[in-house]
Every structure is written in structure tokens, then in C-alpha cells.
């Protein structure tokens, strides 16, 4: 019991006597740049928002970009022009990715450098086999005569492709 209490004071002061050093770094602006987020699904028409980058200490959260040119591509073969809808860039002829292809976009603004992006969407894969095993252990904990237990589930998931 005593080697405990030892023990306790001595991460206790540990605790206290840590200290910091704030360190102020000076990090360049390198510019406004076109920021891309974006994701693709097969079942779901294109949607693409862009806004601008902001330095650190900028007080707006999102600089949304509303008057650029996308361009929209499936394997290299022009698909058409995304349209802004209020924030986001959308497909007006509702178009839907498929399986197995590479996208890409290339974006352009009068005052901003061109920027592109792109993904594959990769082939479904299926899962042949699922396999979990969960095991209870029961843990004893005792405190001043009086006896806890405690239940501990371990669960492991294993999955073959």
C-alpha cells in the first residue's frame, strides 16, 4: 500500500512540475487557391463544392467560390459543364458515375490558377465470408470488503475477400 501511494505522489508531481514553451512560427501565405471537395457514388447524381483557401488567421470558416467553369470527365472523354446550384456544383443532366471508371474535373476562374482532380471508382468486391467470435471475461475487483464485477466482451470481426 505504501509503495502505491509512493507512486501516486511521485506521477502527481510529475503532473505539476511539467511545463511548455509556446513557440510562435511564422507560416507564409502562399496565396488564395481553389479548394475541391467532392465524392463520388454510383447512385447518386455529381456534386462538387468549391471555395477558396484562407490564410490561418482568416475569421470566415468557408469562402465558398461560386462563378468558376468545372468540366467533367469519364476516362478522359468530356462529359459536360456542372452547373452552381445556390454552394454546390452540380450535374444538370443528373448524371451518375459508374463502376470500374476515372473521373475528373478541371476547374477555371478568372482570377484564380486552374486547378484539376481526379478518382477511380473501383470495381464492388463482395465478401465471401464473415466470421465473429465474442468471448466474456468477468473481472473481479474488490474495495473495502465489498466485491465488484465487471464484464468484459472482446469481439473480434474477421472477413476473407
Known sequence: MERIIRF????GLLFF????KE???EI???????VVKSTLFTDQPVKVTLSKSRPLNAESYYNYLLD???K???NNSYIED???DRIHYISPSNYLCKAGAEYSIYIYHENLEAAEAGVNIPEPTSIKVVDTFSMNKIFT?????ETFFFIGINTRIRYEN
Do not use: D, M, N, Q
Open 8 to 11: 501516486i505522489i511521485i506521477i
Open 17 to 20: 512540475v511539467s511545463c511548455y
Open 23 to 25: 513557440t510562435e512560427i
Open 28 to 34: 507564409p501565405y502562399s496565396g488564395t487557391k481553389i
Open 68 to 70: 468558376a467553369t468545372i
Open 72 to 74: 467533367f470527365y469519364e
Open 82 to 84: 456542372l452547373i452552381c
Open 141 to 145: 475487483y474488490r474495495y473495502a470488503e
